[in-house]
């Protein structure tokens, strides 16, 4: 059963820094990845989707990185913004839609 | 780009009474339909599957007929939790997909029990 794992549970930034998000997962079996931000009692956002046969995707200030291989994905987030507070979540599909999350990453970004 | 919307967003019902969610995909056939549920501080975590026409696949642990889902058509899936307790207040969130294409996700729906 696929298990994915997020760290740090909790960041805290100043303004303008940038910043790496972590998401490790157990099987490298994967149909596809996805990084999403979910804002206080709002829904999901998606942010970026990497295929299983991509190595990166790049929004903007965004840029998400996939090492099947290895089971991990990074989020890098460039020159932060204290809009860009709120939580961030990588889910993992294993194929038939399984998809699998981590309990997100809680990033605060001071002015 | 597709869109998938959730009704209602925010909802407060009094224990022991059924609350219905609503899961539509606004512009294209959902063949599959997904109901997540979070708990604070905690990752989504998949309740049950559902194809439209068939019964609701769910997920070990997920009392089915407690959460009574609902595909009837290829554009709405209904969720309803009977009996609702305050354990039950939860974020829950609906995803739907075309035939294992990208998956699209609802803007989640916030239950509170009282």
């Known amino acids: 059963k696929q298990e994915v794992t997020q760290i740090p549970a909790a960041l805290s930034v100043p303004e303008g820094e940038n910043l790496v998000l972590n998401c490790s997962f157990t099987d490298s079996a994967i149909y596809n990845l996805q990084w999403f931000r979910q804002d206080p009692g709002k829904g999901l956002t998606s942010l970026l989707l990497i295929q299983s046969s991509q190595r990166e995707q790049t929004s903007g200030r965004l840029n998400a990185s996939l090492d099947k291989s290895s089971g991990r994905s990074t989020l890098y987030i460039a020159a932060s913004q204290p809009g860009d507070s709120a939580t961030y979540l990588c889910a ?10 981590g309990a997100g990453t809680r990033l605060t970004v001071k002015p | ?13 009094k224990s ?7 899961c539509r995909s606004l512009d294209f056939q959902a063949t599959t339909m997904f109901w997540y549920r979070q708990f ?13 026409g068939s019964k609701a696949t769910y997920e070990q642990g997920v009392e089915k007929d407690k959460f009574l889902i609902n595909h009837a058509s290829l554009t709405l899936s209904t969720l309803t939790v009977t009996s609702a307790h305050p354990e039950d207040s939860s974020f829950y969130i609906c995803s739907a997909t075309y035939s294992g294409n990208t998956i699209y996700f609802g803007e989640g729906s916030w239950l509170t029990v009282v």
Do not use: Y
């Not at chain 2, 780009?1 to 407060?12: D, E, L, Y």
């Not at chain 2, 022991?16 to 609503?22: A, H, N």
């Open chain 2, 1 to 13: 780009g597709a869109v998938v919307s959730q009704h209602p967003s925010w909802v407060i019902c």
């Open chain 2, 40 to 52: 604070p501080k905690q990752s989504l975590m998949l309740m049950a599957t559902s194809n439209e």
């Open chain 2, 16 to 22: 022991g009474t059924s609350v219905k969610i609503e």
């Open chain 1, 92 to 101: 993992v599909d294993s194929g038939n839609n399984d998809m699998r999350f």
